[in-house]
């Protein structure tokens, strides 16, 4: 009943930038929290950086001061602009959103990922 579109993955050299965006749609009534997680291979989805309906933004550590998470809640879309990219922020980047569908049912969905990779 909702689907989560990512795009703007692909490849760059370390210290570039990469702008990926995430389209929420389906029969949404409102988005509570939006989240980009990664996984690299041979490790556990992590957690990269979440935002509330009301701007609220938290990031990891590892990501800090070179990701940049926002959304606009008119278009039910979520943003992360990456800088400063290393090679260990490779991985298949997924995009989360929580919320209300119509009807008063709560929802969680995933993207299906966009891989980045940072390489020379």
């Known amino acids: 009943q909702v689907q989560l579109v990512e795009s703007g993955g692909g490849l760059v050299q370390p210290g570039g930038s990469l702008r990926l965006s995430c389209a929420a749609s389906g029969r949404i009534f409102s988005i509570n929290t939006m989240a980009w997680y990664r996984q690299a291979p041979g490790k556990q989805r992590e957690l990269v950086a979440t935002?509330?309906?009301?701007?609220?933004?938290n990031y990891a550590d590892s990501v800090k001061g070179r990701f940049t998470i926002s959304r606009d809640n008119a278009k039910n879309m979520v943003y992360l602009q990456m800088n400063s990219l290393k090679a260990e922020d490779t991985a298949v980047y997924y995009c989360?959103?929580?919320?209300?569908?119509?009807?008063?049912?709560?929802?969680?969905?995933w993207g299906q990922g966009t891989q980045v990779t940072v390489s020379s």
């Open positions: 989360n959103a929580d919320g209300l569908l119509y009807g008063s049912r709560n929802f969680n969905y």
């Open positions: 935002i509330s309906s009301g701007g609220i933004r």
